[in-house]
C-alpha cells in the first residue's frame, strides 16, 4: 500500500474505527507514531494500538498516511496474544528543531519560577518536538503525581517543581522515591517536592496515603493520575483485580474521590483545581464488558491495557459532567502523552522490546515531552474552567465515540463504586 505524500487524515466527532483506519487514533495521523506492540506508551498511559480484527485490518485500505511506511503481518480475528505480531507504522526519521529550540531558550521559554527565571526546553531527543506555549509560575499551588518516580510522572512532577509548584510523588517505590525527589530539588532548585508511599494496587494503601496527605493540612490544587501498570502477565491485585484495571482504573477512581473534597475546597471560580487522568491511544481499540471487567472470560494483556485505557476516559468524562452540575470549581481532563520511550515495555514480547531498543530514539517520545501534555492540562491558563478534554499534544481531540455515551459513563461508575466500596450518591447529589 502505498502511503508517501497521502493526505492527512482528520478526526471529527463522529469518528468511527474506519476512519482511524483501524482505531488507530490521533486527532492528526501524519502528526503521531503508533507502536503497535500489542500496547502502548509510557508513564502512566502510552500511544500504541492493536489492530484486532479483519474488519479493522480491511479499513487500512481506505486510510491515507503521509510520509510512513508499513510493515506487519496479520493477526488472527478475535485474539490480542503478547507474542501476536502487529502491524507497525514507522515514519521517517524526526528532524531536531535546533532553530525553534534556540528560540525558545533566547526568549525564555517553558515558564518560571516565582522569580521569573527563564526555565529551558526539554532536551536530548532528535524528535523535533517543541512546547507551543509558555506557562506562568505556580507558587503556592500543590499537586500531587502518581508515578512519579520515573518516566512520564517524573518528568511530569519535574515540570509542576521547575513551575513552583509544591508536588507530592505517590508511589510505592521508597529507593526510587528518594532518588526521583533528590533529582528534582537538585535540577529545579524547589525544595517543596517530597514523597509519600502509596500502593494503587491496595485500596488499603491508598485509603493510608489519603489519610497522611490530610494530616499535612494543606490545599490540593492538582491531582495527576499517570501512574499505571502495561501489559503485565495475568494476576490479581490485592484485593483480587486484575491488576491493569485494579491499578490504572480503579486505584485511580478511588483515590480521586477520597481526594475530591480537598480538590474542591481548593479551587476557586477563576483559578479552579484540576484532575488530569492519563490514558492512551490503545483506549481507541479497548472492549468495555461490564460483566467482565476482570477478564475472566479469556485474558490479554493488551486487551486488559486497553480496557483500563478505556475505563479511564469514559471515568474522566463522567466526572466532569458531575462537577459541572455542581457548579464545583474543578476540572477533570484526559491527557494523552503519545508513544513514550520509557521502561512500561519490559512485559511486552522480546521482539518488540528489540525493536524499541533500535529505533526508540528516532521516533518514540521522550519522557519529557510525554509529559508536556500532561503539564499543559495542569497549568495552562487557556483550560482555566474547561474540563472533559481529551487532549493530545497540546490540543484537543476526540476520544473513541462510546466515551461520551452518558448511559455507558453511568453503569461504569455505579459499577466502580461497587467494586471499591463507595456509596454511589451521584444520583442525587456529588459527594454529598
Known amino acids: 500500500m502505498g ?10 466527532s463522529s469518528v468511527t474505527p474506519k476512519e482511524m483506519g483501524g482505531a488507530l487514533g490521533g486527532p492528526k495521523l501524519d502528526e503521531r507514531l503508533f ?10 498511559g502510552g500511544g ?7 474488519r479493522e485490518r480491511s479499513d487500512l485500505k481506505n486510510v491515507s498516511l503521509p510520509d510512513h511506511r508499513m510493515a506487519g503481518a496479520e493477526l488472527p480475528r478475535g485474539r490480542s496474544p503478547a507474542g501476536s505480531v502487529c502491524f507497525l507504522l514507522i515514519p521517517h526519521p524526526r528532524r531536531l528543531c535546533r532553530e525553534s529550540l534556540g528560540t525558545l531558550e533566547r526568549n525564555g521559554s517553558l515558564g518560571a519560577r516565582e522569580d521569573q527565571t527563564p526555565l529551558s526546553a526539554p532536551r536530548g531527543s532528535p524528535s523535533g518536538w517543541v512546547p507551543s506555549v509558555v506557562f506562568p509560575p505556580q507558587p503556592g499551588r500543590v499537586a500531587i503525581v502518581t508515578g512519579g518516580t520515573e518516566g512520564i510522572g517524573f518528568a511530569t512532577a519535574k515540570h509542576l517543581a521547575r513551575l513552583g509548584m509544591h508536588v507530592i510523588i505517590a508511589g510505592n517505590n521508597d529507593s526510587k522515591a528518594r532518588e526521583a525527589v533528590r533529582k528534582i530539588r537538585e535540577e529545579t532548585l524547589n525544595d517543596k517536592v517530597e514523597f509519600l508511599y502509596c500502593d494503587l494496587a491496595s485500596m488499603k494503601s491508598l485509603r493510608q496515603f489519603v ?4 494530616m499535612k ?3 490540593l490544587h492538582v491531582l495527576v493520575n499517570n501512574a499505571g501498570v502495561m501489559m503485565v502477565p495475568q494476576r ?8 491493569h484495571f485494579g491499578v490504572n482504573y480503579l486505584g485511580h477512581f478511588l483515590l480521586t474521590h477520597l481526594l475530591l473534597d480537598d480538590l ?6 477563576g483559578r479552579s483545581s484540576r484532575v488530569v487522568t492519563v490514558s492512551s491511544a490503545t483506549h481507541y481499540v479497548g472492549e468495555l464488558d461490564l460483566d467482565d471487567l476482570q477478564s475472566s472470560g479469556g485474558y490479554s494483556p ?12 469514559l471515568f474522566s468524562h463522567r466526572l466532569q459532567a458531575l462537577l459541572e452540575a455542581k457548579g464545583s470549581p474543578v476540572t477533570a481532563n484526559v491527557a494523552d502523552p503519545g508513544v513514550v520511550n520509557t521502561d512500561l515495555y519490559r512485559h511486552v514480547f522480546w521482539g518488540r522490546r528489540l525493536l524499541k531498543k533500535l529505533f526508540g530514539w528516532w521516533f518514540f517520545k521522550t519522557p519529557d515531552e510525554g509529559a508536556w501534555t500532561s503539564v499543559y492540562a495542569a497549568v495552562s491558563p487557556a483550560l482555566e474552567g474547561v474540563g472533559g478534554r481529551y487532549l493530545y499534544n497540546e490540543k484537543e481531540a476526540k476520544s473513541l465515540a462510546i466515551t461520551y455515551d452518558p448511559k455507558l459513563q453511568r453503569q461504569l461508575w455505579a459499577r466502580s463504586c461497587q467494586m471499591t466500596g463507595i456509596a454511589d450518591m451521584t444520583r442525587d447529589t456529588l459527594w454529598g
Not at 3 to 12: F, K, V
Not at 264 to 269: K, N, R, T
Open 302 to 313: 493488551h486487551g486488559a491495557y486497553a480496557r483500563s485505557k478505556l475505563a479511564l476516559v
Open 48 to 54: 500504541g494500538a492493536l489492530l484486532h480484527s479483519q
Open 3 to 12: 502511503l508517501r505524500g497521502a493526505q492527512r487524515l482528520e478526526m471529527d
Open 211 to 214: 489519610q497522611k496527605f490530610k
Open 264 to 269: 474542591q475546597a481548593s479551587g476557586s471560580p
Open 236 to 243: 490479581e491485585t490485592e484485593d483480587g483485580f486484575e491488576e
Open 35 to 44: 507502536s503497535l506492540f500489542c500496547g502502548g506508551g509510557g508513564g502512566g
Open 217 to 219: 493540612k494543606i490545599p
